[in-house]
């Protein structure tokens, strides 16, 4: 499986935007780029995934490089809600798991 | 919104004993999941299961391990006899389907096993 490379935290203020970058240098072009994040105590959650193009939801918007080795999962405005560990996961095509690196704790500041 | 729902929430076990854990995924949910998490450590993966059998598994989901759908609505994740390692946080996840590398998980809230 192809894998990922996260910084092990970062840091931000409150209501500020936050960039948390994957690497992915080995994708294959088949691979989806995931993101989901794990809040305190809780279960992880889905936040967003692309396979070439950017993409926005109501929670996030996916920025994938055009070589797709890298991305960048774009929070627009942190809330305190959204300190949690951020998982870059890259889905393959065949198989039926989805495997969960180290993550990104994000600590957000008021 | 659809949930992914576990019981027990918090179960307190002795070496040795039997335990089973149950979930609820969403109803039009077609492929069914367990993951754990020790304290402190990555979520891992266990076990998926579509079509009333285990599609693939991972190294840790050894002869211990056991899931099953008994009815529409349930998938349960047996441990027939625990260890003190065992103890972690287990999640299930349910998905609606296999499309591609788009495949998006929905997890419970876990239920967290402590052997004692």
């Known amino acids: 499986d192809a894998k990922t490379t996260q910084p092990n935290s970062m840091e931000s203020n409150e209501e ?15 691979d989806y780029i995931h993101w989901y994040r794990q809040l305190p105590s809780q279960g992880p959650e889905y936040v967003i995934h692309g396979l070439t193009s950017n993409v926005n939801n109501r929670m996030a918007s996916l920025a994938i ?5 890298s991305s960048t999962l774009i929070l627009h405005r942190a809330t305190l809600r959204d300190a949690a560990v ?21 600590f957000v500041k008021a | 919104e659809p949930e992914v729902t576990q019981t027990p929430s918090h179960q307190v076990t002795q070496m040795g004993q039997e335990v089973i854990l149950r979930c609820v ?3 039009n949910h077609l492929y069914f999941y367990w993951y754990r998490q020790i304290l402190g450590q990555k979520v891992e993966f266990l076990v998926s299961f579509y079509n009333n059998e285990i ?6 989901f050894d002869d211990q391990f056991s899931v099953e759908r008994p009815d529409g609505s349930n998938f349960t994740l047996k441990i027939r ?11 299930c996840a349910s998905s609606e389907r296999q499309v591609s590398g788009a495949n998006v998980l929905t997890f419970g809230a876990g239920s967290r096993l402590t052997v004692l």
């Open chain 1, 16 to 30: 500020e935007p936050v960039h948390l970058p994957c690497n992915h240098s080995t994708i294959s072009g088949t």
């Open chain 1, 65 to 69: 490089a055009e070589d797709r080795k």
């Open chain 1, 86 to 106: 951020y998982y870059c996961i890259l889905r393959v095509v065949r198989g039926f798991k989805t495997i969960f690196g180290a993550g990104t704790r994000l």
């Open chain 2, 25 to 27: 995924p969403i109803s």
């Open chain 2, 55 to 60: 599609s693939e598994k991972s190294e840790i």
């Open chain 2, 81 to 91: 006899s625990t260890k003190l390692e065992d103890s972690a946080m287990y999640f």
